[in-house]
Each structure stands twice: as structure tokens, then as C-alpha cells.
């Protein structure tokens, strides 16, 4: 039997996203969905086949059972796309190393489905599409949170002029949930970003560790601190 090393659970779901991308009318690298109106098309076609439309799922349809899985997938531009990857490369080794390959699949899968489902759920009568992996990656954050409070990760904030800075995870976390919170309270269930997703996946992945582990799991040190750039 080979044994796993190292984050392959991590690297193989941000192989499977830059793929599913790179072969999605979304990338506009693939010329067989045209160009213009007929790309628009595709792209919108895309979205409601794979991704989730709250209507349609709460509505009981067989046909949607699978969308919040394979909306996990799902990239809504290369932004979207680069931004989610970035997080959960930073964030995601870390924790898979704790968790173990199995129990973190698992666990990546159930966040980022539960996330997608609370979101529907509060947006039942919107046909607005809704993908992306947020959802899953936020629980990665919260399970982090709890696992590695104290790690460093160097992080970029607008109003300090975009200067990289160090703080323990702990601040750069609890900081990220506090705005997608806002966010969430402040947005309504047009199109944009699902900052609801995000609060639901952050607090199950955190509760998920603390039920999971307790306090005793928290590691206070770790060889190989954690680095990783972008707006938390």
C-alpha cells in the first residue's frame, strides 16, 4: 500500500477547480462555446446545469440533488477562481495535515455543501445561481482557527496600502469573519457574492474542530509557519 504524504487531498481539489475552469465556457479558453452572445449563452447554461439555483433545490426536483456538490467546483471568473485557490492553499495543508486525507475530503465537502444548502435555505425563492467553493473553504478557515490560532500568516489590507504583514491567525481570521458577517447582513439575494455561505462554512468548520478535537488540539507551535498573500 502507498501511503499519502502531504497535502494531497488540498492540491488534488485545486487541480480539479483550475481543470473544471480551464474546459468551462467561464474561462473563454475553450473556442467550441464560440464567442459573444453564444459564449454568454454557454456561461449562462453552465451555471444553472452545475451550480445551484435555491428555487430549483428546495423545490424537490431529483435533477438538483448533486448541484451543491458539484457547485464546489464551480468558478465564476478567473478572480473567483484565483482568490478561493490562494485561501485554500494557505489554509488548506495545514488542516489536512491535522485531519488526516479521508476525514478532511470529508470534511472539505460537507462544509462547502451545508454552506451552499443555509444559503438556499435563506434565499429559497431566488433564482439566482449561486457556485464556488467559499462555502467549503471558509469551513477550512473556522477548523483552523481553532486548530491553529497562533500560526503567522502574512496578509494584505487594502487600507494599509496593501503593505504584507505578519499577525497570528487568530486576528487575521476572527478580522475575515467579522466582514463577511457584515457583508452578510447588508446583502440581499441578488447576484454577487454568497458572504452568508461564507459565515455558515467558517462557523461549522470551527465548530466541527472544537466538537471534533477540543481544546487540547490547538498546536501552539508549528515548524513551517504559515504564509500565503491576498485580502483575508
Same mark, same amino acid.
Request: proline letters at 6%.
Given at each position: 500500500?502507498? @501511503? #499519502?504524504?502531504?497535502?494531497?487531498?488540498?492540491? @488534488?481539489?485545486?487541480?480539479?477547480?483550475?481543470?473544471?475552469?480551464?474546459?468551462?465556457?467561464? /474561462?473563454?479558453?475553450?473556442?467550441?462555446?464560440?464567442?459573444?452572445?453564444?459564449? !454568454?449563452?454557454?456561461?449562462? /447554461?453552465?451555471?444553472?446545469?452545475?451550480?445551484?439555483?435555491?428555487?430549483?433545490?428546495?423545490?424537490?426536483?431529483?435533477?438538483?440533488? !448533486?448541484?451543491?456538490?458539484?457547485?464546489? &467546483?464551480?468558478?465564476?471568473?478567473? !478572480?473567483?477562481?484565483?482568490?478561493?485557490?490562494?485561501?485554500?492553499?494557505?489554509?488548506?495543508?495545514?488542516?489536512?495535515?491535522?485531519?488526516?486525507?479521508?476525514?478532511?475530503?470529508?470534511?472539505?465537502?460537507?462544509?462547502?455543501?451545508?454552506?451552499?444548502?443555509?444559503?438556499?435555505? *435563506?434565499?429559497?425563492?431566488?433564482?439566482?445561481?449561486?457556485?464556488?467553493?467559499?462555502?467549503?473553504?471558509?469551513?477550512?478557515?473556522?477548523? &483552523?482557527?481553532?486548530?491553529?490560532?497562533?500560526?503567522?500568516?502574512?496578509?494584505?489590507?487594502?487600507?494599509?496600502?496593501?503593505?504584507?504583514?505578519?499577525?497570528?491567525?487568530?486576528?487575521?481570521?476572527? &478580522? #475575515?469573519?467579522?466582514?463577511? #458577517?457584515? *457583508?452578510?447582513?447588508?446583502?440581499? /439575494?441578488?447576484?454577487?457574492? @454568497?458572504?452568508?455561505?461564507?459565515?455558515?462554512? &467558517?462557523?461549522?468548520?470551527?465548530?466541527?474542530?472544537?466538537?471534533?478535537?477540543?481544546?487540547?488540539?490547538?498546536?501552539? *507551535?508549528?515548524? *513551517?509557519?504559515?504564509?500565503?498573500?491576498?485580502?483575508?
Amino acid at each position: 500500500m502507498i @501511503a #499519502w504524504r502531504g497535502p494531497t487531498v488540498t492540491y @488534488a481539489v485545486i487541480g480539479a477547480c483550475f481543470l473544471v475552469f480551464l474546459i468551462s465556457p467561464v /474561462s473563454g479558453l475553450n473556442p467550441s462555446y464560440g464567442t459573444g452572445d453564444a459564449l !454568454l449563452a454557454a456561461q449562462s /447554461s453552465y451555471f444553472r446545469r452545475w451550480g445551484i439555483v435555491p428555487a430549483e433545490l428546495l423545490g424537490g426536483s431529483p435533477d438538483v440533488l !448533486l448541484s451543491p456538490l458539484t457547485a464546489l &467546483f464551480v468558478s465564476g471568473s478567473w !478572480l473567483h477562481l484565483l482568490g478561493n485557490m490562494l485561501f485554500l492553499y494557505v489554509f488548506g495543508a495545514m488542516t489536512e495535515e491535522r485531519l488526516g486525507h479521508l476525514e478532511f475530503a470529508l470534511f472539505y465537502a460537507g462544509c462547502g455543501c451545508l454552506a451552499l444548502l443555509g444559503y438556499a435555505m *435563506a434565499h429559497a425563492d431566488s433564482d439566482q445561481t449561486l457556485v464556488g467553493a467559499s462555502g467549503a473553504i471558509s469551513g477550512v478557515l473556522g477548523a &483552523f482557527l481553532h486548530l491553529f490560532p497562533r500560526a503567522r500568516v502574512t496578509s494584505l489590507f487594502p487600507f494599509l496600502f496593501f503593505l504584507p504583514l505578519r499577525f497570528p491567525a487568530w486576528i487575521v481570521l476572527i &478580522f #475575515w469573519f467579522v466582514l463577511q #458577517w457584515l *457583508a452578510a447582513r447588508g446583502a440581499d /439575494s441578488g447576484p454577487g457574492v @454568497a458572504y452568508l455561505a461564507h459565515v455558515v462554512g &467558517f462557523c461549522l468548520g470551527f465548530l466541527y474542530a472544537w466538537v471534533r478535537f477540543g481544546r487540547g488540539a490547538r498546536v501552539k *507551535a508549528h515548524p *513551517a509557519a504559515t504564509e500565503g498573500e491576498g485580502q483575508p
